[in-house]
C-alpha cells in the first residue's frame, strides 16, 4: 500500500504539469488532496506496519537481464521517514498557499520531489534507490531557482552541482559493488550478503559516507545547506530541511553503514586519536555540530539562522549513526524525524510568516518592527518551534538528542562532552534570534512610527494555522510518547546494526 | 561469390539506394512547379518510405554473410542489423524533421544525399573488410560534406563543410596509412585474418608497427566519432550545418562509426571464426595460452593491447575537454558539440574495455542509438527555435516555458536525458554501460576512468542547466508564441516520449538488442 505514496505523488505531478495556466485555486486543491492522501497512507502504512519486520510491498523483475528489480519494501525506519515525508509534504503545501506565480508549475515539481523522496525512503534495490535519489534532485533545482529569493540562480546551481556531486560517488560505488560482488543482482539484501571484500568496504564505505552525507550536511560539505535554505521558497526551504537532508542521512545508514559495515573497522593504526572511518565522521559530525550552532549565532539574517541551525542539528544525526550501539542509531533516526518537523516549522515561521509580509529578514530591521505585538502568533509559534528545536522536554528534539548524547557516551565520553557544548549554543542562538526577531525593545525611529499607530500586516490566514497546528502537534506526540516511534525503529535498527542483510 | 548473394546481403542498401533515385526523379521530373513545403513532404516521406522497406529487409534478413573466397566480406545479423535498423529509424526521423525546415530549395537532392550517406553508413555497420569499410566510410563521410554545405546562402554553412572536408581529407589519409601497414603485416584486407595474423609468432617483433598501425586507424576513426585530439571539425559542423543536416551528423553517423568500432573491437578480442578455421586459430592461441576468463589480458604484443590503450587515453581526453569546454560555450549547437565529444569518450571508454560476449557490445548499441535519439530531437527543438529567433544561442531560449510550454517540456526532458538524469534513457545508458566496463576489468586503471566519466557527467549537469535555466527560469524578453508545425511537434514528441518510455523500462531496448545475438559463450567453447 506503501507504493501508493510513490505513485500518487508522480501522478499528482504530470497532473499539475497539465493543468491549464492561470488556475491557481485548482493547483492548490489538488496538490493538497494528493499530499493529504499521501499522508493518510503513509499514517495507515506505518500503523499497519506495527510489529512487523521488513515487509516487501512491490517486487518486479525490472531489468532482468542485470538483475535490477523494482524492488520497494519497508521496515520501521523506512515507514518513520514515510511518515515523516507525508507530513513535511502537507505543511509544504499548506505554507505554499500564497505561491502565484506559475501555481501549477511550482506543485508539480513540488510533487515530484515529494514522488522521488518517498521513493528513495521505500526502495529496497540500490539501483532504484539511486533512481529515486537523482529524481529528486532536478525539482530541487528549479524550485529554487525560479521561486526562491535571495541569490536564488546561484544558490539553486550550487545545490543541484553539490547533490549531483554526491550522487556521482555513489553511483561510481554502486557500480563498483555491483561487479565486485558477483551476486548479479543490485538488491540491498543481496548486496549486504553478498561478503563484499574488506580492503573493497574500507574505500567504498568513506566514498559512499561522503557522497550521501553531501546532503545530509556533513561538514565540510554542508555549504550548500545554508545558501540554498536560504534562496528557497518557503515549501521548498521546508522539504529541503525537512526530508532532502533525511535523504542523505537515510543513505549513510541504509546503503554506506549496511552494506560496508567493515568500512568502519580500524584502521591498524591511530592518527592523533583517529584510527577509523567512524572516528572520522564522528570528528566531522561533531564539528558540523558546534561549527553549525556557533556560526548560527553570529548571523544577521533571520533565516541564516535556522539554515546554520540545520547544518548542527543535522550533525546529532550523523553523531548518533557513528556511535554504532542500539541506543545512539535509534537517537538518530528519532533525531531525523524530529528535526524534520522542527526545521520545517521553523522555516515555515521565518519565511512565510514573518518574511512574507515583512519582506526583510535582517535581524537588524526586525528588531523595530516589533513583530511580538504586531504578529502574536508567528511570534508564539517561534517561541514554541524555537523551545522544541533547543531541546525543551515534551518536544521530539528532546528524546532525540539525549539517545544521540547517550549513545555517544557509551561510545566515547569525550563526544558527549563536544556536543554538549552544541547543545548550549543552541540555545544561545535561538534565544538570541527569538529576541531580537521578535520581542526586541529597540524604538523604532521616529519616521517609522506614524502617529496613526503602525500599518497592519495581513493576517493569519488558515492554512498557516493549519501547518503549524500540524507539525507542532506531531513534535508534541512524539515528545510525550516516544514509544510511538520507538517501537517501529528500534527492531529494524537492531536488525541493521546486527549485519547480516537488513 | 556470385551477384544473387550480394544481393541478397545488400537488399537493405539496394533499397534506400532505389528510394533516394526514386526521391530525385519524383522531385526533379513531377514536382518541378510545386510548392516548397509539398515537395520536401513527398520526398522525405519517399525517403521515410524507404527507411521502412529497408528496415524490414534487414530484421527479416537472418543470419547471411558476404564471402569472397575465403574472405568474409559482409554480415548481417548481430551488431551489423541493430546499427543498421537503427541507423534506418534515426534517418526516418531527421527526414520527417526536414519537412518544415526551409533552409534550401533543393529538397529532392538534400533528401536524396541523406539516403546515400545512411547508405554508406549501412555498409559501415556490416563492413568485415578494409576495403568494403573504406568504401562505405567514404560514402557516408561525402554525403556528409555535401549536407554540411547544402545551406548555401549561409556562410556559415559552407565555412564549416570546407573546415570539415579538410580534417576529413587528412583523417581518410590517416586511416588509408593505417590500413597500408595492417595488410602489409597481415597479408590480407580480412579483418579476421589481420587479427589471426596478429597473434602469429612471426609479428613478434613487429609490434611497433602494429602500434603505428591501429593508432593511425583510431586516428581515422577517432576522427568520425569526434574524439579528442581528432574533434576540432565538430563545434564548427555543428554550428553551421543546416539543423537536419547537423542532426543527421550527430546521431546517423555516430552509430554507424561506433558500429564499425565494435566490429574491429569484436573481431579483435574474438579471433574465433566458428564455421571455417576455428581449429587453426586455436592452436595458434595455444601457443600464447587459452584465454580462460573473461577479462581484458593485457598483452604486450599484437592487435589488443596497443588498441585499447590507445581508446582509453582518447576516451579520457574526449570526456576530459568535451565536457569542460562546453562549459564555456553560449551557442547551444555548439555546446551539444562539445557535448557530443563528451559522449563520445564514454562511449570510447567501453571500447577500450571490451568484453568476451556481447555485453559491451550491446552497452554500446545501447549508448549509441538512445544518444543519437535524443540529439536528434535536441537538434529538432533547436532547429524550431532558431526559425523563431534566428539564433542559437542560448539567449534565444529565454522563456521557452511561456512562449512554447509544449517545446519547453520537450528540451526539458532531451537536456536532461543527454546529462544522464534518471529515469531518462541517458541515465540508463550510461549505468549500463559503466557496467560493461567493470564486468570486463575491475582494476584501479578501469575503476578511476569510470569515476573520471561519472564525475564529468556531473559536470555536463552544469552546462545542460544553463539551456533549460534559460528556458524556465530566467525572465522572457520577448513573449510572442513559437509555432511548431504539427509534423514537426509530433517528431519531437515522439523522441521525447521515446527517451522517457526507453528509460523508465530499459529491458525493452536491451532484450530487443540481445536478441540479435547467437547465445554463444564465446569464453567456454572448448578448444578444437
Known sequence: MLAWTIYLSFAGALAEALLPKGRAGLARGLALVVALAGFVIAVLGFAGGMGQ???????????????????????????????????????????????????????????????????????????LLFVFYEIAIVPKYFLIAIWGSTRREYAAMKLAIY??????????????????????????????NAGLPVSFQMWAFPVTFVGFGILAGLWPFHTWAPTGHVAAPTAASMLLAGVVMKLGAYGCL??????????????????????????????????????????????????????????????????????????????????????????????????????????????????????????????????????ASMGLPGFSGFVAELQVLIGAWTAKPWWTAVAGVGIVVGVAYTWRALQKALFSDVLPTPEEHPSTGWPKFAAITWPEVAGFSLLTAASLVVGLYPKILLDAIEPAVKTLLAGGGQ | MNYADLFRVTLPETALEVAALLVLVVDLGFLRKAALTVRAAVAALLGVAGCGVALWFVLTAGGASLSFGNDLLLTVGGTAAVAQAGIL??????????????????????????????????????????????????????????LTAFAKKSAKSAESALKYYLFGGMSAAFLLFGFSYLYGLSGSTNLHKIVIASYALSTVGAWPLWALALVMVAAGLGFKVAAVPFHLWAPDTYEGAPAPAAAFIASVSKVASFALLITVGSIALNPFDFSRTAHGVLRVQLSFGVITSEVLTPRPLGFLAPWATVLAVMAAASMLVGNLAALAQISVRRLLAYSAIAHAGYILLGLAYFSYGSRSANAILYYTLTYGLTTIGA?????????????????????????????????????????????????????????????????????????????????????????????????????????????????LLLVAAGVVLLGCFPAVLQGWIASFYPIIDYVRMPPG
Open chain 2, 89 to 146: 529509424v534515426l534517418t526516418a526521423l531527421t527526414l520527417l524533421l526536414l519537412i518544415d525546415a526551409a533552409f534550401t530549395r533543393h529538397v529532392g537532392e538534400f533528401v536524396g544525399v541523406v539516403l546515400m550517406a545512411a547508405t554508406g553508413g549501412l555498409v559501415i555497420s556490416a563492413a568485415q573488410d578494409l576495403l568494403v569499410i573504406f568504401v562505405g566510410l567514404e560514402l557516408l563521410s561525402l554525403g556528409l560534406y555535401i
Open chain 1, 254 to 387: 541504509r546503503v554506506a553503514m549496511a552494506l560496508f559495515p567493515h568500512g568502519m573497522d580500524p584502521w591498524g593504526f591511530t592518527f592523533v586519536g583517529i584510527g577509523s572511518w567512524r572516528d572520522v565522521f564522528a570528528v566531522l559530525a561533531l564539528v558540523g555540530i558546534v561549527y553549525g550552532a556557533l556560526v548560527a549565532l553570529v548571523q544577521t539574517d533571520f533565516k541564516f539562522v535556522i539554515g546554520y541551525s540545520s547544518v548542527s542539528h543535522m550533525g546529532f544525526v550523523l553523531l548518533g549513526l557513528m556511535t554504532l550501539n542500539q541506543i545512539g542509531v535509534t537517537g538518530a533516526v528519532l533525531q531525523m524525524f524530529s528535526h524534520g518537523v522542527l526545521a520545517g516549522l521553523l522555516f515555515a515561521i521565518v519565511g512565510r510568516m514573518v518574511y512574507d509580509r515583512t519582506h526583510t529578514r535582517q535581524l537588524a530591521e526586525l528588531e523595530r518592527m516589533h513583530l511580538g505585538k504586531r504578529l502574536p502568533f508567528a511570534a508564539w509559534a517561534f517561541v514554541i518551534a524555537g523551545m
Open chain 1, 53 to 127: 519486520g521488513l515487509v516487501t510491498i512491490v517486487d518486479v523483475p525490472w531489468v532482468p537481464a542485470m538483475g535490477i528489480h523494482f524492488l520497494l519494501a519497508a521496515d520501521g525506519i523506512s515507514r518513520v521517514l514515510v511518515l515523516l515525508t507525508g507530513l513535511a509534504a502537507v505543511a509544504g503545501v499548506l505554507f505554499s498557499w500564497n505561491i502565484e506565480l506559475r501555481t501549477n508549475e511550482f506543485f508539480a515539481f513540488f510533487l515530484a520531489l515529494i514522488g522521488g523522496v518517498y521513493g528513495v525512503f521505500l526502495s529496497f534495490d540500490l539501483f
Open chain 2, 379 to 491: 537538434f529538432g527543438a533547436i532547429g524550431v527555435v532558431e526559425r523563431a529567433t534566428g539564433s542559437d544561442r542560448m539567449g534565444a531560449f529565454l522563456g521557452l516555458h511561456k512562449r512554447n510550454p509544449v517545446l519547453a517540456a520537450v528540451v526539458l526532458v532531451l537536456f536532461l536525458s543527454l546529462a544522464g538524469i534518471p529515469p531518462l534513457v541517458g541515465f540508463w545508458a550510461k549505468f549500463n554501460l559503466f557496467a560493461a566496463v567493470l564486468s570486463v576489468h575491475a582494476g584501479p586503471v578501469s575503476l578511476a576512468l569510470v569515476a573520471l566519466a561519472v564525475g564529468m557527467s556531473a559536470v555536463s549537469l552544469y552546462y545542460y542547466l544553463q539551456v533549460l535555466k534559460r528556458a524556465y527560469v530566467m525572465p522572457a524578453v520577448n513573449d510572442e508564441p513559437i509555432r511548431v508545425r504539427p509534423v514537426t511537434m509530433l517528431v
Open chain 1, 163 to 192: 547533490s549531483f556531486a554526491g550522487s556521482a560517488m555513489v553511483l561510481v560505488v554502486l557500480l563498483a559493488a555491483y561487479t565486485t560482488s558477483g551476486s548479479h543482482s543490485t538488491g540491498l539484501i543481496a548486496l549486504g
